[in-house]
Nanobody, 115 residues
Framework: QVQLVESGGGLVQAGGSLRLSCAAS????????MGWYRQAPGKERELVAA???????NYADSVKGRFTISRDNAKNTVYLQMNSLKPDDTAVYYC?????????WGQGTQVTVSS
């Protein structure tokens, strides 16, 4: 069983920055991929960024060059640094991992970008 707890959301003006954190806890040997997803009102949940245990990353086209995903394997924590935020980035952001064939999601953290 894996528990994911996100933090760091909030309200920011367009052009501003936020840093999200997601800490995994439980009986964990090694988590391979950790990712961030987001869901805006009336839209489907989408992948924002993902990172492997070795540090390989993948980003949605809409956030490339603005967001950076990173992780601290010793702390089982993944981060999402979000710069140059736009109103279209407004959404609930979720942390997700797959561990032993089961998907685990965090509770979500709201990010609101005002114009």
């Amino acid at each position: 069983q894996v528990q994911l707890v996100e933090s760091g959301g909030g309200l920011v003006q367009a052009g501003g920055s936020l840093r999200l954190s997601c800490a995994a806890s439980g009986t964990i040997f090694r988590i391979n991929v950790m990712g961030w997803y987001r869901q805006a009102p009336g839209k489907e949940r989408e992948l924002v960024a993902a990172i492997t245990f070795g540090g390989s990353t993948n980003y949605a086209d809409s956030v490339k060059g603005r967001f950076t995903i990173s992780r601290d394997n010793a702390k089982n924590t993944v981060y999402l640094q979000m710069n140059s935020l736009k109103p279209d980035d407004t959404a609930v952001y979720y942390c997700k991992t797959t561990y032993y064939y089961s998907d685990y999601w965090g509770q979500g953290t709201q990010v609101t970008v005002s114009s």
